[in-house]
């Protein structure tokens, strides 16, 4: 909840009656103006609608999506606002499509939704997320003099600049690890994981799939690497580098 006198809440969450009369109690009568998801992932959107309904405001957000329908779209550079407070609008794609962050220009805020947690680097997922678009919405955040960072997931981020730094080099560093996989021999999946990723509890190899996947698309996208056998699941196809 952003703002004293009048309020705009931001990845309201789950759509559950204790959710629900728990934020409608915090909010007592302070007037809200606006509820957004950072993005249409569902733990951030769905009391959107319900919660805007409640309290007669616009719901926000970069497109209709995953389920989502904002009443208004934002774009880069738009401004959300009242008088003691102004969001700025940053469109940040690469953990999902539409994902924005917001930053509060009065105390230099940014708050991050899924593009930059402290505890975590962020999953992209296929087909909807990017890594190429999601380094570039890194390599922007670089240009912004960010004072501190609130996640949607975890505790604030005071470090802001290091730590987008840091995701950008783990990035970098995931990206030689699976050039330097694909050159050992490994040619799908799977294997680049088991090389990468060795001693890894099992239960988590999906979620590294999906790491390695992104990669791979980004090798893909830029020329480097050639997909043979490319079907319906990516598991199985087989990736080679482009000599």
Do not use: C
Not at 146 to 170: N, Q, S, T, W
Request: glycine content about 8%; cysteine-free.
């Amino acid at each position: 909840m952003i703002g004293r006198h009048t309020l705009f809440v931001l990845d309201p969450g789950e759509d559950t009656d204790e959710h629900f009369d728990t934020v409608m109690r915090l909010i007592g009568s302070t007037p809200v103006r606006g509820v957004a998801p950072s993005h249409a992932h569902p733990d951030h959107w769905p009391m959107a609608p319900r919660l805007a309904r409640a309290l007669g405001a616009p719901t926000f957000g970069y497109k209709p999506h995953n389920g989502y329908q904002p009443t208004h779209l934002v774009r880069e550079g738009d401004v959300i606002g009242d008088e003691d407070w102004s969001l700025e609008v940053l469109y940040t794609p690469g953990h999902i499509s539409d994902h924005v962050s917001y930053f509060l220009r009065q105390e230099r805020s940014l708050f991050t939704g899924d593009h930059v947690m402290g505890w975590s680097t962020s999953v992209i997922a296929r087909p909807d997320g990017n890594l190429t678009s999601y380094i570039a919405s890194l390599e922007r955040l670089r240009s912004i003099d960010v004072a501190v960072m609130y996640p949607a997931h975890g505790a604030p981020i005071y470090d802001a600049k290091g730590r987008v730094e840091e995701l950008i080099a783990h990035r970098k560093m995931r990206a030689e690890q699976v050039v330097e996989a694909l050159r050992a021999g490994n040619e799908t999946v799977p294997a680049i994981v088991r090389q990468i990723y060795a001693g890894l509890d099992p239960s988590l190899h999906p979620a590294a799939q999906q790491s390695v996947l992104a990669h791979l698309e980004a090798l893909a996208q830029s020329g480097k690497l050639e997909i043979q056998d490319s079907g319906a699941n990516p598991l199985q196809s087989r990736y080679r580098l482009v000599d």
